[in-house]
């Protein structure tokens, strides 16, 4: 009986404990809600980037996947906004998906028993970085990636000490095939989370799931259940498929996109060699021909750069340029090595460094105006198709000057995020702390796979963040006394 009266005690206390770390969370919640509301009101429209924001609105009119960098997942959410026809509506919804992802977040963590103020500062940068509100702000694809990817790690690993079940591992591998299919860099997630899924678990389970009077329980099995891991492959696997055959009926090659090649020989043109890599001569044409850029994405865009002196659109020559940059890195692997690790490093910068130069880097909320480049065609037709009233954004006073003067804080700068990295990586090596290496794995993979694949650049490493300071969360935080016992189902 008093043993009894003590555990009911510690659970109220705990309870009350969480009630208060909930009420923080929502106060900074409410705060985040403010930021965003004055954002709305500091530009009069959504942010929209040419080529970008363009593509990914005329196919959402057209409803074809495109043929170049973008694959169609991020239009068909502005397909379903789209009997709305406003764009400054996609924004706000992107704010509202900006905040459930700190919720996602947060639920996590304090579901893993982290104390209400680490979950509470886990979502900072997410709520309150000037990048990550921006990017809520434009018609862009990076968003909606963090908000698929973050419910897709809710869904693994919402049951401490257990495998999740078969219905979390489908809903698990449907959200990681959308978020590949709305930017492909996300498509390997499917096979770090099958390795999390396949990997032995501890032979124990962690204290905080038994009772201290009772003998430890038997051994749980030390790998998910075979019919899960099939589950969750077909739930990734069958959308992909059925998107590459989609994309075959308009492009004739079953595939995602049709930028792979040009993206990883853009990617070589920083170090490639053509004495080293002696290439046949369908290919030489692609070696460098003196041109020089500062980063190695303008490659794509230069109208002097080897590839684009080519007869035809430059991604009609997709499968030599991938030859070519194969043929390149086999030939200097160093060298590709040696690349992709210096324009990683830019993540870690105190103050954001401009890649390329032509490209400010905001580390705040700016004020002016940003015309459209009327004299493309596409911008008239998705005007016509979309919304009538698409124009440049312009900030709109007295609330762009108390954006501008909004600070950046000093935790999200460079070396903090290499920090969370540091962190996460090593906790997730301590035993009993498995569940970190799934999001620490998610991080370091979302943060170089851009670069290796293309180029570094800023709004690349976002989605890295939220779950690396899930990662680090993970991996140092203790458990909380009368934390809630999972069960296998």
Known sequence: MTATLVRARVRGVASGRGLVGHRVFGCVLVLAAALRVLVMLGYDTAQLYWYDSFTY??????????????????SWFLWAMRPFGSVELVAGVQHAMGLAVAV??????????????????ATVPVLFDPSFVRLEHAVLSDLQ?????????????????????TRAVVAAGLLLALAGLTRTAAVPLLGLAAIFLLAPASSRRPTWL???????????????????????????????????GW??????????????GVALWARTMTFADCSRIQPPPDLAPLCPNGTVLDAASEYVWDPGSSLNRLPGDRFTHNDLARSFA????????????????????????????????????????????????EKHALIGEVRSEYDQDIRGMRSVE????????????????????????????AGAL??????????????????????????????YVLPAIPVACVAAALSWAGPRPGAPRSAER
């Open 104 to 121: 996602m977040l947060y639920a996590l963590l304090r579901r893993w028993s982290s104390p209400g103020w680490a979950a509470t500062a």
């Open 430 to 459: 301590r035993r009993g702390r498995r569940a970190a290496s799934l999001p620490w794995s998610f991080a370091m993979f979302l943060l170089v796979a851009p670069v290796a694949a293309l180029d570094f650049d800023h709004r």
């Open 57 to 74: 609105l005329d196919t959402a009119v057209h409803m074809r996947p495109p043929g170049a960098f973008h694959p169609a997942g991020y």
């Open 210 to 244: 038994r009772s201290a009077r009772t003998a430890p329980p038997p051994t749980p099995r030390r790998r998910t259940p075979w019919r899960r891991v099939v589950a969750f492959a077909l739930a990734g696997g069958l959308p992909l498929l059925a998107y590459a």
């Open 247 to 260: 994309y075959a009926q308009h492009h004739g090659r079953f595939a995602l996109s049709g930028s792979d």
């Open 326 to 373: 194969i043929a390149a890195i086999a030939a200097q692997p160093l060298d590709y090595l040696r690349e992709v690790a210096r324009d990683t490093s830019l993540a870690f910068t105190w103050q954001p460094v401009a890649h390329p130069r032509r490209v400010s880097a905001h580390t705040t909320f700016p004020r002016g105006s940003w015309p459209l480049p």
């Open 145 to 165: 990636v963090i908000f698929l990817v973050t419910a897709a790690l809710l869904a693994l690993l919402w049951r401490p000490g257990v495998w999740p079940s």
């Open 398 to 425: 007295p609330f762009a000057s108390v954006l501008a003067a909004y600070p950046y804080p000093w935790p999200l700068h460079g070396p903090a995020f290499g920090a969370l990295l540091v962190a996460g990586g």
